[in-house]
Nanobody, 127 residues
Framework: QVQLVESGGGLVQAGGSLRLSCAASGRTFSRYIMGWFRQAPGKEREFVAAIDWSGGRTYYADSVKGRFTISRDNAKNTVYLQMNSLKPEDTAVYYC????????????????????WGQGTQVTVSS
């Protein structure tokens, strides 16, 4: 089992930056595929980014490609989401998710493919 706690959300002006962190409990963090999702008011939760065991492979939604960067530090049991050039349409609750996987380079972008979720952190981008 792993427990996830997000932090780093807040209010930022358009064009600004935020870095989200997701701290995980447990000794086997490095064996989890990690993902970030977001949910805006009145919309379904959507995939943002994912990262494999080692951090060597990353995947992004088209809407954030080139602006967001996912990374992980397995020694600290933490995954990050660096968000630059933020837009008002990035406003949402951001969730960290984890999936135990035997495939070190697994890639999953559907929320039902992840087993563990954090409580979410609010990101608001003002225009």
């Amino acid at each position: 089992q792993v427990q996830l706690v997000e932090s780093g959300g807040g209010l930022v002006q358009a064009g600004g930056s935020l870095r989200l962190s997701c701290a995980a409990s447990g000794r086997t963090f490095s064996r989890y595929i990690m993902g970030w999702f977001r949910q805006a008011p009145g919309k379904e939760r959507e995939f943002v980014a994912a990262i494999d065991w080692s951090g060597g492979r990353t995947y992004y939604a088209d809407s954030v490609k080139g602006r967001f960067t996912i990374s992980r530090d397995n020694a600290k049991n933490t995954v990050y989401l660096q968000m630059n050039s933020l837009k008002p349409e990035d406003t949402a609750v951001y969730y960290c998710a984890a999936r135990w996987d035997y495939n070190p380079s697994g890639y999953y972008r559907s929320d039902h493919e992840y087993d563990h979720w954090g409580q979410g952190t609010q990101v608001t981008v003002s225009s």
